[in-house]
């Protein structure tokens, strides 16, 4: 069943009265929402009777005909209902005087009193087809509804629904339009994260990837010369320099790594990298992306540190992996810095807020919040903010520094 005054269904006015500025009659078949919560007010010098006219997308055999005629303080409380054929003229099917804010005509074959159509409000009097109009009324394409009679105000409807069913003289690709146009196909949730996906492209921050191959970093590193690689470049670099009889050097300038001139892990960068990676799971461009831990103690990483842990300068200084520590606990004291451990006795910040604490509350996961972050993160559910595992509150230990 379709309400073949909903604007996607194009209905047609054929004819209508003087209305009022911003009220006129075109708002009760508008697709704007606004527009149509106006109504139509006729304009004030405008007297009783007033047709107004629609001409329907196709035939339609009408179930049923809801009017509200009150819009504010104007209020209409006598209105009649013509419909015709595509060869006949226009037949009367009911005439109503009421004293309610609305008015409803409907066919007596499908509904009575105890039993009336849906979406009949209490405020809407009840009315049914005249005898004798079922011709009308089952292949009507043309509709017509007379106000004749107002409570001291202007001619005004609020709103008009005709319901009905393509009549039996329409063909079947009509009735396909119809429910086309009524009830368009929805895409399933999963085909609309698909088109999204489609439409959407891809685009991984420049930021994010190696200055070098171009590709996204797992651990970036920032180089003396201010541009960032991947902790594997820097690997590859290295052995290609060995190989060569060269020392540890920057890839891009070609200067030699010492110990107030070398790599530098960069946490900020590799903490943005691992949420884009987290927030961007569910696509398929991310399934192959390479991921790697904050924490620090891998196997390219214990590479590395013995990489430079060889001589790297002139001088006669070296690299070493004591010197690679310090750097990496002073990197680790940035406000960039976002993975805290109470391992060493030293970190009192919670990881979410970046505020110090005399005690922090440490989760399963090894991270460490304070008491209103922890609180919070518990109406909802109990998952770490940062990691995402799930744990268990009894499993939270109090820790302090």
């Given at each position: 069943m379709f309400n073949f005054l909903d604007p996607k269904l194009?209905?047609?006015?054929?004819?209508?009265?003087?209305?009022?500025?911003?009220?006129?009659?075109?708002?009760?078949?508008?697709?704007?929402?606004?527009?149509?919560?106006?109504?139509?007010?006729?304009?004030?010098?405008?007297?009783?009777?007033?047709?107004?006219e629609f001409e329907l997308l196709c035939s339609v055999n009408i179930f049923y005909i809801i009017l509200n005629t009150s819009v504010g303080n104007q209020r209409c409380n006598g209105i009649e209902i013509f419909a015709k054929t595509t060869h006949s003229p226009y037949v009367s099917l009911g005439r109503a005087i009421y004293e309610t804010q609305g008015v409803a005509f409907c066919n007596n074959r499908k509904y009575s009193g105890s039993n009336p159509p849906p979406g009949i409000s209490t405020n809407h009097s009840l009315h049914f087809f005249k005898k004798g109009s079922h011709t009308s009324f089952l292949q009507a394409s043309k509709v017509k509804i007379v106000i004749f009679k107002t409570e001291k105000s202007v001619p005004c409807m609020a709103s008009a629904e005709i319901w009905g069913v393509p009549s039996k003289s329409c063909s079947q690709k009509t009735r396909e339009t119809v429910q086309k146009l009524f009830h368009p196909k929805i895409p399933s949730l999963e085909s609309n994260m698909l088109d999204k996906e489609d439409k959407d492209s891809f685009n991984?921050?420049?930021?994010?990837?190696?200055?070098?191959?171009?590709?996204?970093?797992?651990?970036?590193?920032?180089?003396?010369?201010?541009?960032?690689?991947?902790?594997?470049?820097?690997?590859?670099?290295?052995?290609?320099?060995?190989?060569?009889?060269?020392?540890?050097?920057?890839?891009?300038?070609?200067?030699?790594?010492?110990?107030?001139?070398?790599?530098?892990?960069?946490?900020?960068?590799?903490?943005?990298?691992?949420?884009?990676?987290?927030?961007?799971?569910?696509?398929?461009?991310?399934?192959?992306?390479?991921?790697?831990?904050?924490?620090?103690?891998?196997d390219n990483h214990k590479k590395f540190r013995t990489m430079l842990a060889e001589p790297g300068s002139s001088s006669g200084h070296s690299c070493s992996a004591d010197n690679l520590d310090q750097l990496i606990e002073k990197s680790k004291k940035s406000d960039n810095f976002t993975c805290f451990t109470g391992d060493s006795g030293k970190s009192c910040r919670c990881i979410w807020c970046k505020k110090n604490f005399e005690y922090l509350y440490k989760l399963p996961c090894e991270h460490f919040y304070c008491r209103q972050?922890?609180?919070?993160?518990?109406?909802?559910?109990?998952?770490?903010?940062?990691?995402?595992?799930?744990?268990?509150?009894?499993?939270?230990?109090?820790?302090?520094?």
């Open positions: 194009l209905p047609k006015l054929i004819r209508k009265p003087m209305c009022t500025d911003n009220y006129e009659v075109e708002n009760l078949i508008s697709s704007k929402q606004l527009e149509k919560m106006k109504g139509f007010i006729a304009y004030p010098s405008v007297k009783p009777p007033v047709e107004i991984i921050p420049r930021d994010f990837k190696d200055d070098l191959t171009f590709e996204l970093m797992s651990i970036p590193y920032t180089l003396p010369s201010g541009n960032t690689i991947d902790l594997s470049t820097l690997e590859k670099h290295k052995e290609s320099e060995v190989s060569l009889g060269r020392k540890p050097c920057d890839p891009f300038t070609g200067v030699k790594f010492t110990d107030n001139s070398k790599p530098i892990l960069n946490v900020g960068l590799k903490s943005r990298i691992d949420m884009f990676l987290l927030k961007n799971s569910h696509r398929k461009e991310t399934f192959q992306l390479k991921r790697s831990l904050v924490g620090l103690q891998n972050c922890l609180l919070d993160m518990c109406k909802i559910n109990c998952v770490c903010k940062e990691c995402m595992k799930q744990f268990v509150k009894s499993e939270v230990i109090k820790v302090d520094f």
